[in-house]
């Protein structure tokens, strides 16, 4: 059984940083592929980042110059680093993990879910 636990979360100031974290257990965490979303009020979930096991990231285009993810695989643990942070960054942030990054939106594996909330 697949379990992942977000932390991290919780209210900044614009302009301010966020680290993220999402600890795995139930999976060989080295040999998945790891993924970061959010979910803004009244909005789809959205793709903001993923991660294979060869460590290969990719970040969206609306963050990528703010937004870096990495992953530890002693610790089981895949951070999302958030920088420069806009109100519109405002969203329930999910992590989640798939065998592939094609596969990781339909896994069903997610997390509960960490609420970020930029304000000033």
């Known amino acids: 059984q697949v379990q992942l636990v977000e932390s991290g979360g919780g209210l900044v100031q614009p302009g301010g940083s966020l680290r993220l974290s999402c600890a795995a257990s139930?999976?060989?965490?080295?040999?998945?592929?790891m993924g970061w979303y959010r979910q803004a009020p009244g909005k789809q979930r959205e793709l903001v980042a993923t991660?294979?096991?060869?460590?290969?990231?990719n970040v969206a285009d609306s963050v990528k110059a703010r937004f870096t993810i990495f992953r530890d695989n002693a610790k089981n643990t895949v951070y999302l680093q958030m920088n420069s942070l806009k109100p519109e960054d405002t969203a329930v942030y999910y992590c989640?993990?798939?065998?592939?990054?094609?596969?990781?939106?339909?896994?069903?594996?997610w997390g509960q879910g960490t609420q970020v909330t930029v304000s000033s």
């Open positions: 139930g999976i060989i965490f080295s040999t998945y592929a």
């Open positions: 991660i294979t096991s060869g460590r290969s990231a």
């Open positions: 989640a993990a798939g065998r592939t990054v094609a596969t990781i939106a339909s896994s069903g594996s």
